[in-house]
């Protein structure tokens, strides 16, 4: 708990104001400031936790020079979520608080300087694919607040408690309290600035991305834009994976060695089912150099199947093997906010997870059009797992091992589909795994999602003045 203390914090915003301070080292455009209350604070200080420094790579010089700096924004407001929930505390000392999915994934945006914003959205401050520009993270250390997130409130809430808020930024700050120069403190360095996402995966440079649009049905169009000012949208129904060749079963029960032939009976099934675009995010690379799923995916047009290399194992502070479903989680929150702003509707989904358009429908396009008319935001589907079929699997012999057990293993000459084709309950199916629930969403309401559950929306973040309104 001792440990993870500084990265809870992250989550909490934190005032901070624009000061003068002598220079002796001669570097005069870094800004400095001071730990601050909300009163005292700046526009742009006034809930944030990084500072922002852009570099640019000179290829003349071969050197970096600082181009710009700024102040982080919250995708979220954590704590104002905690509060929604009903919760006393966003953090506690002990760690009680890490059952709180809404603070899985730490979502924040450092605001490209102004002069570099038309590079950046062309995507020429890449060159031949590596970037010119980069920025560094250098976060604001406080301890993490324990006191009810409602006594540290924004201005912008105007809360109005039935007690005094009793985190006092000047009595716990003061006045005096000047952050260090960046160079003097802890930071991420020289991270990346890339070309817009749907550009380095989807668009290549220079086609028309407004020659794409969707247009929406004349009976959808007061239904469909949720935002202002909201990304175009150019799929309807888009699908997220994450996946990998190989990979260890929930408490390392099991190793399987079939995500390949998962991947493309799944991919294939999903455009049939009416999927426009399939977004699959690939995490062999976490585990061997040696093999991807690049041959798989690239059985498939590059207008309905993107590949996204996803090496990553994110470390974990409980046994077994959490931190790859911690990857996972980055994967779906990655694929939201880069592909689903241009997106109506989103799902992540496992590869062993089908999503069927029944009834009247024949598409998954033609459900997400029903949900825009009935003005549905968030649509939840029942879900449970189906047995497989014995006389359809492989031998178990064949894959006995010492201790008894055995891999279900479907034979060459069938499909995953057909061979776990065996409910255990006829329908219409009366009992709901309501922990193994799907979704799928609207991308521009859903601000985050956590595997089974919509946790964060546009709605759940409005004050109440926004709310009444």
């Known amino acids: 708990n001792y440990f993870m203390r500084p990265q809870s914090a992250l989550f909490q915003h934190v005032p901070v104001k624009k000061i003068a301070v002598d220079n002796e080292s001669g570097d005069d455009d870094e800004p400095r400031y001071r730990l601050a209350s909300h009163e005292d604070a700046d526009a742009d200080g006034m809930e944030t936790r990084m500072i922002c420094r852009f570099k640019q790579f000179d290829s003349n010089t071969g050197k970096l020079s600082i181009v710009g700096y700024s102040l982080s924004e919250f995708e979220v407001d954590y704590d104002y979520h905690t509060f929604k929930k009903g919760y006393l505390h966003s953090a506690t000392a002990a760690g009680f608080d890490n059952h709180m999915i809404w603070q899985s994934q730490l979502m924040f945006k450092c605001p490209v300087p102004p002069e570099f914003h038309e590079q950046v959205k062309s995507g020429d401050t890449v060159v031949d694919d590596y970037s010119t520009l980069f920025v560094d993270l250098i976060p604001i250390r406080t301890p993490p607040r324990y006191t009810s997130p409602k006594e540290f409130f924004p201005p912008r809430y105007n809360f109005k408690g039935a007690i005094d808020q009793l985190f006092v930024a000047d009595d716990v700050f003061g006045k005096e309290h000047v952050l260090p120069k960046i160079d003097e403190s802890g ?170 358009p029944m009834g009247d429908f024949n598409s998954m396009g033609e459900v997400a059009d029903k949900f825009d008319e009935d003005g549905v935001k968030v649509a939840v589907f029942k879900s449970s797992p189906a047995k497989p079929r014995f006389d359809l699997l492989d031998d178990p012999d064949n894959t006995m091992t010492s201790a008894g057990t055995f891999t279900p293993t479907v034979t060459e000459d069938e499909t995953f589909l057909h061979t776990y084709n065996c409910n255990w309950e006829k329908f219409p199916r009366k009992n709901d795994l309501s922990h193994r629930r799907k979704q799928m969403y609207r991308a521009d309401y859903v601000k985050l999602h956590y595997v089974h559950y919509s946790t964060i929306t546009v709605v759940s973040q409005l004050t109440e003045a926004e709310t009444n309104s």
């Open 187 to 356: 930071r991420w360095e020289n991270i990346p600035v890339c070309m817009p996402s749907l550009m380095t995966h989807v668009i290549p440079k220079g086609e028309d991305l407004n020659a794409l649009i969707i247009p929406p049905e004349p009976k959808l169009k007061n239904k469909i834009d949720i935002l202002p000012g909201a990304a175009p949208k150019i799929h309807k129904v888009i699908a997220c994976t994450w996946a990998a060749t190989t990979f260890r079963t929930r408490g390392n029960r099991a190793n399987v060695n079939d995500g390949k032939r998962r991947l493309q009976e799944w991919l294939e099934f999903n455009l049939l089912s009416g999927f426009d675009h399939i977004y699959v995010y690939d995490n062999s690379g976490a585990f061997t150099n040696e093999d991807s799923l690049a041959d798989v995916i690239g059985l498939f047009d590059k207008s309905q199947v993107t590949r996204v290399d996803w090496p990553c194992k994110i470390c974990s502070n409980r046994d077994g093997n959490e931190g790859d479903r911690s990857s996972q989680y980055a994967a779906e929150s990655s694929c939201r906010l880069r592909f689903g702003a241009h997106a109506r509707w989103l799902g992540s989904f496992d590869t062993d997870e089908y999503l069927v």
